[in-house]
């Protein structure tokens, strides 16, 4: 089957950084995605990786290794606003989106 | 709000009622995706639409209906056949980079 896998949890500092880590098993591969959940709000699309490599986008990095089946999503200079789900996201041989649960993340001052 | 809106905010079904949630775009895009939403897992999708009077079951399709009549278009209805229908309901276009503020739907 179709698996995502990511912590449930993680909790940070402000200032900090955070690598939030997600696995996947999928049925081809089209791309991953990151998105950014706030509690009670619709996903907010953070970045796509499609090949080997980081890509950064200001304070926001994301990671690809698809030998490994593994990507990362970097936050630097944590602020209390970054308090959030992160949701990772696989697109499949169909183009269709495999989710995972999604990680909390707990920024503390 | 990424060209996509949904209504209403909150929507509280009866026992045995059918309800229908609103989903709207205006990017002129072909693809539309509905998605639910409950706690402690991933997004799993009821419905899509690719093209004007055509539309695809996702995993979680039993209970759902949709229609795509216009291409700005795309409202999901609950049936009373969904027995659990308390969930978050996303509405997405376009390979679901850009969702609408989203739907929670209730039970009473």
């Known amino acids: 089957g179709q698996n995502i896998d990511q912590p449930t949890e993680m909790t940070a500092t402000e200032g900090a950084i955070v690598q939030i880590n997600c696995t996947y098993q999928t049925s081809g591969f089209n791309g991953l995605f990151w998105y950014q959940q706030h509690a009670g709000e619709a996903p907010t699309f953070l970045s796509y990786?499609?090949l080997d490599g980081l890509e950064e986008k200001g304070r926001f990095s994301s990671f690809l290794s698809r030998s490994k089946g593994y990507s990362y999503l970097l936050l630097k200079e944590l602020q209390m606003k970054d308090s959030a789900s992160y949701l990772c996201a696989v697109s499949d041989s169909n183009y269709q989106l495999i989710w995972g649960a999604g990680t909390k993340l707990i920024i503390k001052p | 709000d990424g060209g996509i809106t949904q209504s209403p905010k909150y929507l509280f079904r009866k026992e045995g009622q059918n309800v229908t949630l609103s989903c709207e775009q205006n990017?002129?895009?072909?693809?539309m995706y509905w998605y639910r939403q409950d706690p402690g897992q991933g997004l799993r999708l009821i419905y899509y639409s690719q093209i004007v009077n055509d539309f695809q079951k996702g995993d979680i399709a039993e209970g759902y209906s949709v229609s795509r009549e216009k291409k700005e278009s795309f409202p999901l209805t609950v049936t009373s056949a969904q027995k659990n229908p308390t969930a978050f309901y996303l509405c997405?276009?376009?390979?679901?980079?850009?969702f609408g503020p989203g739907t929670r739907l209730l039970v009473l």
């Open positions: 990786n499609v």
């Open positions: 997405a276009r376009e390979m679901t980079q850009y």
């Open positions: 990017l002129n895009h072909d693809a």
